[in-house]
């Protein structure tokens, strides 16, 4: 929904202003790599020599690393964790094996992948700090909207007689509340506004059903029927894919 296609393959630090940034970003690694400047840094060359017989398990400690940093980074790019590892993932592995460019065959495969994946852990580090992505947060509405299932589930489970169920109800209302209106502040700058604009008047119409409605009927009108709360919300996890 936020990024086109491409984007949500692989991640790139995106900014609608400057949507070139991530990819200018990456051709400048690739062209690092090409000249063999990373063999040449002090750190892979001792790192190399103190490394050596360990070459397999440095280098897959080192990409796990790079995947957290990868997904801390884009955080604000998808609405939860799930959605950011693939496209988090494949980006690790194009920028090790840009790295890789610069660093085989001048060593042998398992010293040079090595040095590659400390390479990619330090390029990664550095955009992710860097270059954060601007545009609508993702990561805060994928929160709101985790929240609000979280507080519907709560709700199935408590009698609608008992005084607890109306502050959980309060609860849900302001939570439904905060994401309309983060969906209306991010639509007119996501690549398909059409939906989360849709799912904001869906969540509208809740609200002010649920200022008069009796509890019954506000469960109801959470969780059961085409139009209800629950299959709202789902509607908005398969958009933000």
């Not at 790079?66 to 884009?74: E, P, S, Y």
């Not at 969906?183 to 996501?190: F, T, V």
């Not at 409605?213 to 139009?227: L, W």
Request: hydrophobic content about 50%.
């Amino acid at each position: 929904m936020y990024k086109v296609v491409f984007h949500r393959l692989i991640w790139f630090p995106y900014r609608p202003e400057h949507a070139l940034v991530g990819p200018l970003l990456m051709a400048l690694l690739f062209l690092v790599a090409a000249t063999g400047a990373i063999k040449a840094i002090d750190i892979f060359t001792s790192l190399g020599t103190q490394a050596a017989g360990h070459e397999a398990r440095i280098t897959v400690v080192v990409l796990l690393l790079c995947l957290v940093v990868c997904i801390n980074a884009a955080r604000a790019d998808y609405i939860s964790v799930v959605a950011a590892i693939i496209p988090c993932l494949v980006t690790v592995l194009v920028v090790t094996v840009l790295s890789l460019l610069g660093t085989w065959p001048r060593s042998d495969m398992n010293a040079a992948l090595m040095q590659a994946s400390v390479s990619a852990f330090a390029a990664l580090s550095l955009i992710g700090r860097l270059v954060q992505s601007g545009g609508p947060d993702l990561g805060k509405i994928g929160v709101l909207w985790r929240r609000a299932k979280a507080h519907v589930r709560r709700l199935k489970d408590t009698d609608v007689q008992k005084t607890d169920f109306k502050v959980k109800r309060a609860e849900l209302v302001e939570d439904v509340e905060s994401l309309a209106k983060e969906l209306k502040e991010a639509a007119s700058q996501l690549v398909e506004p059409g939906l989360p604009r849709g799912v904001e008047k869906k969540l509208r119409s809740f609200i002010a059903y649920s200022k008069m409605a009796s509890h019954a009927d506000f469960m109801a009108a959470a969780t059961q029927g085409q139009e209800s709360l629950v299959e709202t919300l789902s509607v908005l996890n398969q958009g933000f894919r």
